[in-house]
């Protein structure tokens, strides 16, 4: 196994989940199987309690992990499904440690740091490498492991220990170290500065690691001159030495490794230089066509947590993908939920204002997930816009839920219906809590991870882009569900459950059959779109946004004849709604890469 260890400098956010991701590109475009490991040097056991506002959003694994959304990016990128055991946190190696210790394996010595959790690391480290996350037998050929943080955060120093003991351990031919750092331009002088660097490579040298492969954060390509001086100061040769400059989408930044060579300097270090320049083709495709869509698609998003996008990341990449494949510009517009409501007219009009017109100027509207009931009567009202007036309309998780009570409230005339959620005492409950969650403890306790749904209508938009199968197969988030006691009301009043899991009590996907597009899912799709596979109801949502739904169904109904059981492979249902050839593919802008290698 061989081991490329990403770490960052002087300031976060730089980019290293990206920089990590598109490495793996690189390596993978070279013919080379990769698989990603992310440390996260925090003391939670995961993800999973942790607000949006304070680390993002939460990606879910297939086997129910709650992880950093740099998990999200490793996946997309490299097209693989990770597991729980691919995102490490100081809380999961402390928590093993003591578990340990409990039982007497350490036989009576003293725990310490070092060597038992630097130890503990390693051996994390090495088992998860080893599981296959592509879809094929045997571990990968080269681990991606990104270490989260900034060099010189105290919380980093075991897993620093571990990794310098790591890299001696598995030798200098099995071992790349890439160092992510800032090179900023000061206005007043006007050129790059090497020194915030110098700094942080100083400071990783101290600590007992050597960069061998410089990776700089800047505006513009980095001059001749300053490659030499970083060469010079950071004992780094020039030939790996790289600018990652700002670009229009990331999907560029693969390519900029590839064409400075990136990828011969680190398969020099990991000794395989037997393999083939990386074939970027179809990605380069991509990220130019992405570069030259003009015409928009405006899709508004209704949320609680919009002050910061990365709160909603897998949702603007499954939109992402989705208006490339419609061959449209993505406009979103961020619409806070609460700023919907009456009582915001009287406290805040201006912004009541702007997003009533930023609703009312969408083309379609997408209600995400969330917690908590700040918006939830935003939320409501904008399910409610959307279906009276004929807009394209996804609910996600949360999203559908206020589907259901929007549609309780305004067909059923049941005034008071709500979850319990938000009014536990309520007289017509429509989303109630799930009989198996723990109402005592946050972490782990939800519905979590992949979980199977069977199309109980056929004749629906959802199942058409679903590619016609009888099942499909999402990741879950949640401690709520439809009551099933109003199910058949609720039918009866026109509101179809066309989507319920194996036992047919959950309700996992709903939909106005008479709307253009008002489909509500249980699942969070977002977490496995793919730039080339975008998730099928995402892209329901941008057809109809684009009045290329029509179109697009005609085409799916006709691509495939076989039967439903014929679309199933090994008991999994085909999931890539694109079975309608090349021609309709180019037609319609559904693009596959070919390469096995997904933004």
């Not at 990606?59 to 990128?77: C, S, T």
């Not at 950071?234 to 790996?240: D, I, L, Q, S, Y």
């Not at 912004?351 to 100027?361: E, I, P, T």
């Amino acid at each position: 196994m061989k081991y490329v260890l990403v770490t960052g400098g002087v300031v976060s956010g730089l980019g290293k989940g990206v920089t990590a991701s598109s490495i793996g590109v690189v390596l993978k475009a070279c013919g080379l199987r990769v698989t990603s490991i992310k440390i996260d040097p925090y003391l939670n056991t995961d993800a999973g309690t942790m607000s949006p506002f304070e680390h993002g959003e939460v990606f879910v694994l297939d086997d129910g992990g709650e992880a950093d959304l740099d998990l999200g990016n490793y996946e997309r990128f490299l097209d693989i499904k990770l597991t729980r055991d691919n995102n490490i946190t100081t809380g999961k190696i402390y928590q093993f440690v003591i578990n340990k210790e409990r039982k007497g394996d350490y036989l009576g010595k003293t725990v310490q740091v070092v060597p038992h959790v630097t130890d503990a690391i390693q051996e994390w480290i090495e088992r998860a490498a080893m599981i296959p996350v592509d879809g094929e037998e045997g571990p990968a050929d080269v681990c991606v492991i990104e270490l989260g943080g900034t060099i010189g955060d105290i919380e980093s120093m075991p897993f620093i220990e571990a990794l310098c003991q790591f890299s001696c351990r598995v030798g200098p031919g099995n071992f790349c170290l890439v160092h992510v750092s800032l090179v900023p331009v000061l206005n007043v002088v006007g050129e790059q500065k090497t020194k915030p660097t110098q700094h942080s490579v100083r400071g990783l040298r101290a600590l007992g690691l050597a960069p061998n492969v410089l990776a700089c954060r800047s505006e513009k390509p980095l001059d001749e001159n300053v490659k030499g001086k970083l060469s010079q100061f950071c004992h780094v040769p020039v030939e790996n030495i790289f600018t990652l400059y700002d670009v229009s989408n990331i999907w560029h930044v693969p390519l900029l490794l590839r064409d400075q060579k990136a990828h011969k300097a680190i398969l020099t270090k990991l000794d395989l230089l037997s393999l083939g320049e990386p074939n970027l083709r179809k990605w380069k495709d991509r990220a130019e066509l992405c570069d030259t869509l003009h015409d928009p698609v405006k899709i508004a998003i209704v949320g609680k947590y919009t002050g910061l996008s990365d709160s909603y990341l897998s949702v603007l990449k499954a939109l992402l993908h989705a208006s490339v494949a419609c061959q449209r510009k993505l406009v979103v517009e961020w619409v806070p939920a609460a700023d919907l409501e009456e009582l915001r007219a009287i406290e805040a009009p201006n912004l009541h204002g702007k997003a009533w017109n930023m609703l009312k100027g969408a083309d379609g509207i997408l209600v995400p997930g969330g917690f908590g009931d700040r918006g939830v009567q935003g939320k409501i009202i904008a399910a409610k816009y959307a279906r009276e007036n004929n807009v394209p309309f996804l609910g996600i998780c949360l999203g559908m839920q206020i589907a259901v009570i929007e549609y309780a409230r305004s067909i059923l005339k049941l005034q008071n219906a709500n979850s319990t959620e938000f009014d536990p005492d309520t007289k017509n409950p429509c989303v109630i809590f799930m009989p198996e969650g723990s109402k005592t403890h946050m972490g782990g306790t939800m519905r979590l991870g992949s979980r199977r749904t069977f199309f109980h209508v056929l004749d629906c938009k959802s199942a058409k882009l679903y590619g016609n199968v009888r099942y499909i197969d999402e990741r879950h988030r949640h401690r709520y569900e439809v009551n099933p006691g109003m199910i058949l009301e609720l039918e009866n009043a026109g509101l179809t459950f066309v989507g319920k899991d194996e036992t047919g009590r959950r309700m996992e996907i709903l939909e106005l059959l008479t709307h253009p597009y008002f489909v509500g899912v249980q699942f969070h799709p977002e977490y496995k779109s793919r730039p080339g596979k975008p998730s099928a109801p995402f892209l329901g949502l941008v057809a109809a946004s684009c009045g290329q739904l029509g179109r697009l169904l005609q085409s799916l109904s006709h691509s495939d004849m076989r039967t439903h059981k014929d679309l199933s492979i090994n008991g999994a249902p085909k999931l890539n709604p694109y079975q309608n050839g090349d021609n309709n593919k180019r037609a319609y802008g559904l693009y596959s890469n070919g390469d096995g290698v997904h933004a």
